[in-house]
């Protein structure tokens, strides 16, 4: 497992600084949130990781490999998955399709195979298959396989989401607020499968979330964004007690 170093990270759009010198650590094996208030840097900082964005200024690095100017297409080989905010679904597949699709890099047989479909290309497909089955049955998605995703309810949707990430068999998966616009229950299943993908998939996970009480319950380490520079990191006990974050969060004068 890799340890992702992203190293004086600065991102400017125009005369605005979304990211500004942020140096982040995500060590293997943990659940790493990242939070702060609305515009932080958050998305920002995933879309960096992720190859969406180019960071103006500074380096990111995922194990040996350079993310820093990578395309998204690279870095989901080096091993890095994302579930993003909004739903990155095909509404009118059905969730089998959609989780299939999400292996189209791992099949790797030639046009010859896939017309005559015996052979490698059966034994490939046969192998993505399963793998994308194993997802969905530690999803609890079997009952939704067959339905086409606009017709299941926002919380499977969001579910599904994490899904797709997860046929791609990562290493490190980058959560941007997968429990965003859900009810109490729908959160607690999230919750649920965030814990058992670290612990018995082991995967790396870093969370962007605005739920603190979820932050503090499940993360090993959590990173502060404000304005897009860190102001504080450490434990979630640590990041309780630490003046800047209560002031990013409720004001100097409320945190006196």
Known sequence: MNQLDVSDVTLTFGGLNALTHADITIEPGLI???IGPNGAGK???LNCISGFYHPTKGEIHY????????SPHNITQYGIARAFQNLELFRG???????MLARHRHLKYSFLHAVIYYGKASRIEAENRAHVEDVIDFMELEPYRKRTVGSLSYGVQKRIEVARALTLGPELLLLDEPMAGM????????????IDIQKERNITIVLVEHDLGVVMDISDRVYVLDFGEVIGSGTPKEIAANRKVI???????ESK
């Open 32 to 34: 790493t949130s990242v």
């Open 43 to 45: 998305t920002s900082l």
């Open 63 to 70: 194990g040996e490999h350079r993310l820093t100017k990578a």
């Open 93 to 99: 597949m059905t969730v089998l399709d959609n989780l």
């Open 183 to 194: 009810n109490i229950e729908e959160k607690e299943d999230i919750v649920r499968f965030v």
């Open 247 to 253: 002031e990013a969060y409720i004001g100097e004068e």
